[in-house]
């Protein structure tokens, strides 16, 4: 975002504009490749409201000035560790500041949730530049909303004159008081985000269970799960955060991918192994049907999934390889030392089944899981009754999930909110609409912090680069100015690179 004083006439373009009138004497500007929207109705009220509070504000806007000042040089040291050799560590950087990585798909919702925190933080950006101004004495002309090729953006315009005759610290409040907004805003957000569950509990559990929020089509869980839905356990452990399923999803897909039989832990007591059986009875198995090797591999008709007797070094078993249905299968005792354990019920014989029984398993793929997902449907009123015992309601269901067990973790959306009651007022989507908007609005915010801290033209940087240096009046004028030029070209160009290498190539500039 901008302050329009001197630069707003080296900001326009210099190209020919159709005007089109506006109120109060401001024309709005219109061009193929510029238009703005000036609003000049908010001047008295935000001056009467700086001059008011004029010496709370221009303490609040001098702690805004240090901030401003660190900002701008965090900022360059952030601008420089983009181009760390490695790229895992600028990724990293990006994903923290705008919340998410170069390769991240963002969604027609994504898309608006950002156009709706951006009108936020502008507004909060701009109000901070209004305010500062005011307690200085100094009346906005007005406040526009621009789009400059396909970049949006915001400015307040004063009196350039005014502006020059201020001293560089009183001129530095205002120019800082933008990015300050947005910094007040970040925390805000966090301190907001944290408070969700005690301000929704009247109405919403959390952290009990995970709440499906929506099933994308592409999503290898659709047809399986619906909104509203509760996810219960992931192979059999209890989940309560999104956090938690993607830990557990990376932990158990970890597990399958390992080939040695060290355990895996989480949490201290839950421990992992590598083989996940059912004891199924003989006579299941004589009914089952038989198999086909194709290229070394056992297939199974239809639906039917391959199972074999688990290999056990305590337990002497007859080979047997056999095509069941997993749906049957999945209700039946487990055996084998791949389901979690704890200390008081592991067991040294995990491979034996009660007598009738053998202890099978099925034969997955290389880089494939079986993980088991059990979830209680909601769509009913029985099913959501307040009270109901998930180990005996039969609103319960458990299915498996063979395949990429990391991408299945990522295409559902999961909340951990759950309505306390069937109707609802705010309805299921609330919590997450709050938790993503108040995600976004704190992304957006940071960003803009960062963006106008970055020493480039034409950006809050600029200004608040020009003002510090009027403070060192042992430079002569032609010194800073020659300082600033060099710290802005250079700034611009490597900001350039960093946003391109960023957002699109996503790959390292610098070789090993």
Aim: charged share 15%; with cysteine; hydrophobic share 45%.
């Amino acid at each position: 975002m901008e302050i329009s004083g001197r630069r707003v006439r080296r900001f326009r373009m210099r190209f020919r504009r159709d005007r089109l009138a506006g109120g109060d004497n401001i024309e709005n500007e219109a061009s193929c490749c510029y238009c703005d929207l000036k609003i000049s109705n908010f001047n008295e009220p935000i001056f009467r409201l700086g001059r008011r509070f004029s010496g709370v504000m221009k303490i609040w806007f001098s702690i805004g000035l240090g901030f401003g000042v660190a900002s701008l040089i965090i900022v360059t040291v952030f601008l420089l560790l983009q181009f760390h050799p490695n790229p895992l560590f600028s990724n990293r950087l990006t994903s923290a500041v705008f919340g998410f990585s170069p390769s991240m798909r963002v969604s027609l919702s994504g898309i608006g949730y950002v156009l709706v925190s951006t009108v936020i933080t502008v507004s909060v950006h701009e109000l901070g530049h209004a305010l500062a101004a005011a307690s200085e004495g100094i009346q906005m002309e007005y406040i526009a909303v621009f789009i400059a090729a396909i970049f949006p953006g915001g400015l307040v315009a004063f009196d350039n004159d005014v502006l020059q005759s201020l001293p560089s610290f009183n001129a530095l409040r205002i120019y800082c008081a933008g990015i300050w907004h947005n910094a007040v805003l970040c925390a805000l957000c966090v301190f907001a985000f944290f408070l969700l569950p005690v301000m929704l509990s009247p109405f919403y559990k959390h952290g009990e269970s995970l709440t499906v929020v929506d099933v994308p089509s592409v999503s290898p869980l659709f047809g399986y799960l619906s909104p509203g839905d509760v996810i219960v356990s992931l192979d059999g452990i209890q989940v309560h955060k999104p956090s938690e399923w993607l830990e557990l999803a990376a932990i158990l897909d970890k597990q399958n991918s390992e080939t040695s039989n060290s355990s895996l832990y989480l949490g201290g007591s839950r421990r992992f192994h590598h083989g996940k059986g059912y004891c199924v009875p003989i006579s299941l198995i004589e009914e089952g049907f038989n198999g086909k090797m194709v290229e070394n591999q056992f297939v199974c008709p239809g639906d039917l999934t391959a199972f074999r007797t688990m290999s056990c070094s305590n337990a002497a078993l007859r080979e047997v390889s056999v095509c069941l249905d997993a749906k049957d299968i999945v209700k039946l005792s487990k055996c084998g030392d791949g389901w979690v354990t704890t200390p008081d019920t592991d067991s040294k014989s995990d491979c034996v089944c009660p007598q009738g029984e053998l202890c099978l398993q099925a034969m997955q793929s290389p880089g494939v899981s079986w993980t088991e997902i059990t979830y209680k449907r909601t769509s009913s009123q029985d099913c959501s009754r307040l009270g109901l015992d998930f180990n005996t309601s039969n609103c319960l269901g458990t299915f498996v999930f063979v395949g990429d067990l990391i991408a299945m973790s990522h295409s559902v959306h999961l909340t951990a909110y759950q309505p306390r009651w069937l109707f609802n007022f705010f309805g299921k989507s609330f919590p997450n609409i709050l938790e993503r908007s108040l995600t976004c609005t704190f992304h957006v915010s940071l960003a803009l912090v960062l963006l106008n801290s970055l020493p480039v033209y034409y950006l809050d940087g600029e200004s608040i680069l020009e003002s510090s240096l009027q403070s060192f009046t042992w430079l002569s004028p032609r010194k800073k100015k020659k300082a600033l030029q060099v710290c802005l070209v250079g700034g611009s160009l490597l900001s350039l690179l960093a946003f391109f290498r960023i957002f699109l190539v996503g790959l390292p500039l610098s070789r090993r």
